[in-house]
């Protein structure tokens, strides 16, 4: 297999497109299951072409098609294509939370059609709460060979999937994996567009934390505002569409209170239906206005987070009007990181300015950069910058981006790029493609320890009379929210809820388990 060039400069040997089938077959032997499972390799009867490329390509885009709806689910799409033909005959992404995998919805699509059809899959099919419904249906169409672009990045998900398509007698071609009958330069970009369609998901397994984007609209010489603080508008239309457009694809907004009291701003998506992002206020001491834009929660839910024992009576006047206030010891943006983290968010949008933007970045909770450029010039040493002070005194200690990208919009240029904090789409999949190798372990090391993982998943263990934190994740692996439509079991007693069977539930023999119909009816009972 051929190495694709143009990445060893910052990831040497670390995905399977960059290394040799030899060098995979020799990596330590103290590798877990996972990595053993892509040691034993599905059967696959040819090489990826560059239709398969294209195909991995167009599932990943039909996949982001309803970013943000989905989750927390991943971003996950199915093409199925007849192979003599080369014609689609049945695609479909997940139209919604806790909806009907991809898969399904494309076989009953594609009807009889489906029957000896190449399916074309951006993520390895998985469903987080262990439903085998997407893997059944596409077995029980006839579907001849299935192609995916990323195993899955939840541990308890990967390779999970591939290995029963195998099973059942599929051919199976993962790319990175499966030999090139194409330019490798157009299977890195396959794979970079498959990675992109879930950078989210891959953060959060990875560094335990959810993708937190720093956004920020300057002038040509690096300006946010006037120095009297007048911003509107730094950029263009087009580029504030955009930034709604991100607004939407996130779980959270999160701006300072310095930008609650100069600008009042909405944090809306400025758009009829879909997905509305939590907008969340740090501010230690809650000095800020009784009347604000953000204290509308009608418009969209509002979280403010402050320091504990912060101005009491005001807490009790954002609660009247529906504002959620969630008190920390320390309110830092590492806590604030982790807390989104157990609330089971993806993605948060950091639309704060340079004084919050500072700490968040010294932090490493900041992982990419959004930065829109307007052909403008405000000048004066007063007038702010998107970032505060970092303590450099050298051009040495610069933070420098990653994978950066300028696209114009409007007048205006993005630039996008990822922080050290995250390394890169590319970094982030070797380490959970190959954990055991010494830069993966380290990072993971870094942001939490196995044994943390371990602790994490016997808290959520049913036992013990524990009490259940309900604006944490579900999940043990923190990625769902409490939102299920299968059946969960449930300890009767006190930690567990009634033994009512009444609103959904049945009694299981002798267990002192009690099945619900879904976590709803859990909550409603």
């Known amino acids: 297999m051929q190495a694709l060039p143009g990445r060893a400069h910052f990831w040497p040997n670390a ?15 103290g590798r877990t299951q996972a990595t053993q499972l892509r040691s034993n390799r599905a059967r696959v009867t040819a090489p990826l072409s560059g239709d398969d490329l294209d195909g991995l390509v167009q599932a990943s ?3 982001q098609s309803l970013q943000g709806v989905t989750a927390p689910h991943p971003n996950a799409a199915c093409i199925l294509v007849n192979p003599s033909s080369s014609t689609v005959v049945g695609s479909a992404c997940q139209r919604a939370q ?3 995998p991809s898969e399904v919805l494309a076989v009953q699509q594609a009807r009889a059609a489906a029957k000896g059809s190449t399916a074309y899959l951006n993520l390895e099919s998985g469903d987080c709460h262990g439903d085998e419904s997407a893997v059944a249906a596409l077995v029980a169409a006839g579907v001849s060979r299935v192609v995916v672009g990323l195993r899955h990045p939840l541990r308890h998900l990967r390779n999970k999937a591939i290995a029963a398509y195998a099973a059942a007698g599929l051919d199976v071609a993962v790319l990175g994996e499966a030999p090139l009958a194409s330019d490798p330069a157009a299977a890195e970009a396959a794979l970079c567009s498959c990675l992109s369609a879930n950078e989210a998901l891959l953060h959060r397994a990875v560094l335990k934390q959810p993708l937190s984007i720093l956004k920020y609209a300057m002038t040509l010489d690096g ?3 006037t120095a009297a603080g007048h911003s509107a508008w730094v950029s263009s239309a087009q580029s504030r569409a955009k930034v ?7 779980d959270a907004v999160v701006v300072g209170g310095n930008t609650v009291r100069r600008d009042n701003p909405r944090l809306t998506t400025r758009r009829e239906g879909g997905h509305l992002s939590v907008r969340v206020v740090m501010s230690r001491t809650l000095d800020l206005p009784d009347k604000a834009n953000l204290w509308d929660t009608q418009a969209a839910p509002t979280i403010v987070m402050t320091q504990r024992g912060a101005r009491q009576s005001f807490q009790a006047h954002l609660r009247d009007r529906g504002v959620e206030v969630v008190e920390f010891d320390f309110l830092t943006p590492d806590n604030v990181t982790q807390y989104c983290y157990e609330r089971g968010f993806l993605q948060v949008f950091w639309e704060c300015g340079g004084t919050l933007a500072a700490p968040a970045i010294s932090s490493g909770v900041i992982h990419k950069v959004l930065a829109f450029v307007a052909p403008k010039i405000i000048g004066g040493t007063r007038a702010p910058t998107p970032v505060g002070e970092l303590g450099n005194v050298e051009m040495t200690q610069a933070v420098n981006l990653i994978d950066t990208s300028w696209q114009q919009i409007g007048p205006d240029l993005m ?6 904090s995250s390394g890169g789409l590319l970094t982030l999949e070797s380490k959970i493609s190959f954990p055991g190798s010494k830069s993966a372990a380290a990072a993971v090391a870094a942001a939490s320890s196995s044994s943390d993982d371990e602790q994490q998943q016997q808290r959520n263990r049913m036992g013990g009379g524990r009490v259940i934190s309900f604006y944490k994740a579900w999940d043990e692996w923190g990625a769902l929210s409490n939102f299920s439509p299968h059946p969960i079991d449930m300890p009767i007693g006190p930690a567990g809820g009634s033994s009512s069977s009444s609103s959904g539930g049945s009694s299981s023999s002798g267990g002192g388990m009690q099945q619900w119909a879904s976590v709803e009816h859990y909550y409603q009972a």
């Open 61 to 63: 885009q039909l996949a």
């Open 98 to 100: 806790g909806t009907t």
């Open 415 to 420: 630039m996008t790029g990822y922080l050290p």
């Open 244 to 250: 709604f457009e991100m607004r939407a694809a996130s």
């Open 15 to 29: 995905h399977p497109l960059h290394r040799t089938r030899q060098q995979t077959h020799q990596h330590s032997p």
């Open 223 to 225: 300006k946010i505002a």
